[in-house]
């Protein structure tokens, strides 16, 4: 494979500058409208999360990239959407985990160093729960394993700093200083940006129909508009993942999520540098929510966030979603904002749906695709808390496909742990 030198080409727009959408705009404007050419070092099917930091990091490595993604970017439609995205190192999902939190930390910061835009906000994350939690005591684990800063707060303390909260005596109260949120529209769009300008190829509405790979080591891939060719693929499709990779459908459950902002009472009490990000363990369920983010800085949807974050009931076909929130979805969140944040409902403003690609145990698969040697390479089973590794995720995927290896520690994501 052969390194491709390029040319930087800039709009001459300071990104800092940009709002929402003006970046939108921008981004669009410097998508593909034809495509110069059919073969590449590597096609990523998927320009999403995962997709749009792989372009990335390929790009500006200097190798020929072609970005596939068959809706708009961003989008709706699958797991990226929703204006904030909580970004924390003490991690509770798995100790394993941290560092690659380190380096999403690191590459977050460089990019936005690299484009002089913000992704990344500090506020703090709140965390409560039972003295019994098992996501807790992971988070304790994780933080003292790592020297990850995390305070406990006496229930005085709590009440201090964060009086919108009533929480039962016995809580947990938990609080991490260096964690926070990150835009994902925001994220995706300076990713999609940055890889144009090192000279990848990105083609929207463009749906991919199947793909091969042939006795030679080339992949080629099929669309509606085109045939496309290249030495390496890297499929990052999300919830439709299973669909171009029919053997891994059986390790992926795809449930409906219900997200929500709703006006507080006291909305003055829940903004941005009043409230923090949080999470809330409560048994069965685990909710988490954010500040109210000023649309004009974020873009909307409008008001307090809130989802809960447990796997849905229902699972689904990420073609044939029903995308109509139910009262019950809403009831949950009413309630759990009744019981938790008194302040914290007067009437929901909008409900959205996103997805959740559920590995059989919530943690990632990053992979080579048994049978293609190291030509083949995929990343799914997010599981609903991907999105804050987006920044160090497309880095390995580049480094497997280009290197046939990476030394960032992700032995524990292999597919291999499923047999």
């Not at 940009?18 to 970046?23: E, I, Q, R, T, V």
């Not at 009413?334 to 749906?353: A, C, H, R, S, W």
């Amino acid at each position: 494979m052969k390194r491709r030198d390029f040319i930087l080409r800039s709009s001459g727009v300071a990104v800092a500058s940009l709002s929402y959408s003006d970046l939108y705009s921008q981004v669009k404007k410097q998508i593909e409208p034809t495509v110069d050419q059919a073969s590449y070092d590597v096609i990523v099917l998927g320009v999403g999360s995962m997709g749009s930091s792989a372009c990335y990091h390929l790009a500006k490595r200097g190798f020929k990239v072609l970005g596939l993604e068959q809706f708009d970017i961003p989008h709706e439609l699958g797991s990226h959407a929703g204006q904030s995205r909580i970004i924390r190192k003490a991690y509770g999902e798995g100790s394993d985990y941290v560092p690659l939190l380190e380096r999403a930390y690191k590459n977050w910061l460089d990019l936005e160093s690299e484009t002089g835009s913000q992704v990344y906000y500090k506020t703090g994350l709140a965390y409560f729960g039972a003295q019994d939690d098992p996501f807790l005591a992971t988070v304790k684990g994780s933080s003292k394993k790592y020297n990850i800063p995390l305070n406990e707060l006496t229930t005085e303390e709590c009440n201090l700093k964060y009086p919108q909260f009533r929480l039962p005596q016995n809580f947990q109260r938990l609080e991490e200083p260096e964690a926070g949120f990150i835009t994902p529209e925001r994220s995706i769009l300076l990713y999609i940006q940055q890889a144009i300008l090192n000279g990848a190829v990105i083609r929207t509405k463009e749906k991919v129909l199947e793909w091969k790979r042939d006795t030679s080591g080339i992949v080629t891939v099929v669309t509606n508009h085109g045939t496309y060719k290249a030495e390496k693929l890297i499929i990052t499709a999300g919830p439709w993942t299973g669909k171009m990779i029919p053997s891994l459908s059986s390790n992926l459950t795809i449930t409906r999520q219900a997200v929500a902002w709703v006006k507080p009472k006291k909305w003055e009490n829940f903004t941005l540098g009043k409230f923090p990000c949080w999470i809330l363990e409560n048994r069965e369920y685990d909710f988490y929510g954010f500040p109210i983010l000023p649309v004009g800085m974020f873009g909307g949807p409008l008001g307090l966030k809130l989802a809960l974050h447990y796997p849905g009931a229902d699972t689904t076909d990420p073609d044939s979603v029903n995308r109509k929130t139910k009262v019950s979805d809403e009831k949950l969140l009413i309630d759990f904002l009744n019981q938790f944040i008194p302040d914290g409902y007067e009437n929901t403003l909008v409900m959205k749906t996103c997805l959740y690609t559920n590995s059989p145990d919530h943690n990632f698969i990053i992979d080579y695709l048994s049978g293609h040697d190291k030509d083949v390479v995929y990343a799914s089973g997010f599981s609903g808390h991907g999105f804050k590794f987006v920044s160090v995720v497309g880095e390995i995927l580049a480094d497997l496909a280009i290197n046939g290896l990476t030394q960032l520690p992700i032995g524990f994501l292999s597919a291999k742990r499923f047999g």
